[in-house]
């Protein structure tokens, strides 16, 4: 009986392992850094240049982005950070960390004016106001 199980095991590895090898994608993971502080950039845009298939990095900078096998071009873009690409082969899992150098983004300056109120006091308001006429 040990021996049919050890046997059935050994089987099912062996099938399994070429298999697995066969996989459709492999994962690049990383994180994405500040160049000058070494920071996590967290929500980093990653995509895949020649593709739509994007990923988006974690508070903590972190990315998992699955590939079909190939050579690719990563682009790594953040408002504020200079757009960093890199080329990855994918023919198996791989590790690749990028650090984005910060540039100064000049806006226009910008004017709020006007008050907020909530819509709910503004009825209580007009219902006060009324409540003799709906009372009469």
Do not use: C, H
């Not at 492999?26 to 739509?52: H, K, N, Q, Y």
């Not at 082969?89 to 709020?112: G, K």
Request: proline content about 7%; overall charge positive; charged content about 25%.
């Amino acid at each position: 009986m040990l021996r049919q199980l050890v046997a059935a095991v050994l089987g099912l590895a062996a099938v399994a392992a070429p298999l697995a090898a066969q996989r459709d994608t492999v994962l690049v993971r990383g994180v994405v850094r500040d160049s000058l502080s070494g920071d996590p950039i967290p929500f980093t845009i990653v995509r895949i240049a020649e593709s739509e298939v994007t990923a988006l990095s974690g508070q903590d900078g972190r990315y998992r982005l699955p590939l079909p096998p190939g050579v690719w071009t990563l682009e790594f873009r953040k408002i504020g950070y200079r757009m960093a690409s890199r080329w990855v082969t994918a023919d198996r899992d791989a590790a690749l960390d990028v650090a984005l150098s910060p540039v100064p983004v000049r806006l226009e300056a910008l004017e709020v004016t006007g008050a907020y109120e909530n819509p709910a006091l503004r009825l209580i308001r007009g219902a006060i106001a009324r409540k003799n006429d709906l009372l009469a």
